[in-house]
């Protein structure tokens, strides 16, 4: 082996799934020079992570992505539920909506496999000259502690080593983040398979949730007709001494032989062949740490992963929960990357998504109790009811859908003033507008695309009323006079890398002129909107998508003091 000269990285992600992928994406889009690795010499080529929840295909609509995921993928809209029936076997017991929010242009799941869904970032990452490196696989990492208060400074080193060529490098990067997937702890296991269906069961094109006095199981449609299969396993029967899955005492057969039982009287016939399957080993359980010195993250299953069993958890969330990890980090690097914020904004990295993933966790808990236990029958009075069963499916169908997770109170997040169907710390549902200068119809998230800046939207009310006009004026002048949070925190050159301002007028389309709002307001004319509410008052969304403070027409200095406790002044 042969060392050769160490490298610089300002981040260096180790990983390529789909948190890592994600975070090397999202900081390359940000003009961020990052190296990302990864131990495998190909990347997977079927299966593994499928579910795309509706928030995540916002993410990548904010992103331009999302045309191609649809595209590719199968869109789920319906679950339906199969439960005992009289006559031995199973029956439908209801159809309902897939997802049950409405508050997004996207009210349905996207099922695509992961290879499938790694190549959107590829392609995406190529195009802006980013590659991931392999098979590299970090030999040591450390963290020299006396500089990690130093802005310049590399100070954490990676040893890797090219697997192929036994060929050593030593890294020295900024920021180091640990994408490296989940390591098998506990001795719970899911069998997995996918292949085109021959079948009588007439539910097999909607996702399915299947509880039989035989077992529980669940049906997901993919792409190229065809279905995944989901069945829970006895630990025992398949996982060795070492706590590793054996292969060897299970396979697809045996997988599709357990769902068979579960959905009888209905049939699937063994097909040719199987497109991929899998019995995989997963844990429930948060890491104690994301970070170390906010020099060093992990994110993805790395630091979290649960019960693989509840009907509606594990295939929508591993991805999502992974891939919405670097997403929340990415923004917070980049700012500190580029002398926007101040590197204490990462500690919010920690505090955000560590309690995401224990409420997952919590939420998985109480559902895959449902999901696994005995059927509710005249024999079984304590088992699980088909309505006590869609209750919480349905409950928790927000939380789930991505849509209504909620960051608490904090640095970034400032709940003192409130507005009507506005939730600070969540994201902003999605609106039909007009701009103003055209009157072309937009949706409000059109304009949220993730490229890190601050969206400020300013309802200005009707400003066809010239008292309101007035007042409009006079918080423009605020807005940009000497010590204002726009006045500090942007120079001429920057002030719309950082923030990113949206007047939304209800003065009708009929009346409004947009050159007449102050021409501080609005950096073009496509950003100038009507809305036919009448809303007055400043909602500050952060970088990706979550409303993060509101303040009225007349509350600058609220905004200021918001911005001033993690930014830099220019
Ligand atoms: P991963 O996708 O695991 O990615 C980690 C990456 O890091 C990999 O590319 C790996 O090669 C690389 N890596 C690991 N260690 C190192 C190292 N030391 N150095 C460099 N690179 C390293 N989810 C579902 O929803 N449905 C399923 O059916 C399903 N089946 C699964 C089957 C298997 C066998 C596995 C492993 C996972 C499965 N999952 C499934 C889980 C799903 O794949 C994950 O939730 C999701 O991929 C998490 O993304 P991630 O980026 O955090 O981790």
Known sequence: SCSYLPTFQDPQVIGAGPAGLMSAFALARAGINVQIVDKHSKKVAAGQADGVQPRTT???????????????????????????????????????????????????????????????????????????????????????????????AYPVRLNTETKDERRTEIVYAKYVLGADGARSWVRKSMGVVDLIPDTDFPDVRNKCAIHSNNGSCMIIPREDNKIRLYIQLDGKDVIDASGRVDKSKAGPEMILDVACKTLHPFTIKTP???DWWTIYVIGQRVAERYTVHNRVFIAGDACH???????????????????????????????????????????????????????????????????SGKPYSELNLDGVSHVEFLKAFQM????????????????????????????IGRGL????????????????????????????????????DPAQMARVQEFAKQFSASGSFFAEFSSPDSMHKVFDIVPISSEKKETIMYNALPRILWSHWSKVLVDDIDMRGVTGIRPYGYVA?????????????YFTTFMKVC
């Open 549 to 561: 403070a509101i303040a009225p027409l007349d509350g600058v200095s609220h905004i200021t003091s």
């Open 429 to 464: 549902p999605p609106r039909p507008l007009l701009r103003a200068a055209d009157c072309r119809p937009i949706d409000l998230h059109n304009l949220l695309v993730s490229d890190a800046c601050f969206k400020l939207l300013v309802f200005t009310g009707d400003t066809h």
């Open 272 to 274: 040719e062949s199987y």
């Open 396 to 423: 928790f169908g927000g939380f789930t859908s991505g849509l209504g997770v909620q960051y608490t109170d904090s640095m970034i997040i400032d709940s003192k003033h409130q507005a009507q169907n506005i939730f």
């Open 305 to 371: 992963t649960h019960l693989p069993k509840s009907g509606r958890s594990r295939h929508e969330r591993g991805p999502a929960a992974s891939m919405y990890d670097s997403y929340n980090l990415a923004w917070k690097l980049v700012h500190v990357l580029k002398g926007i914020a101040h590197p204490t904004l990462l500690q919010m990295y920690e505090f955000e998504r560590q309690q995401y993933a224990q409420d997952l966790i919590d939420f998985d808990k109480k559902f895959s109790k449902l999901f």
């Open 58 to 152: 916002e993410v990548f609509k904010s992103y331009r992505l999302s045309d191609r995921l649809l595209k590719e993928g199968t869109q789920l809209h319906v679950a339906a539920f199969y439960n005992c029936s009289k006559s031995g076997g199973i029956e439908l017991t209801d159809r309902v909506p897939d997802v049950t929010a409405t508050d997004t242009n996207f009210p349905f799941e996207v099922t695509l496999h992961q290879g499938a869904i790694e190549d959107i970032f590829l392609d995406n990452m190529r195009d802006m000259g980013v590659e991931v490196s392999r098979p590299i696989i970090p030999t040591s990492l450390e963290v020299t502690e006396a500089l990690v208060d130093d802005f310049d």
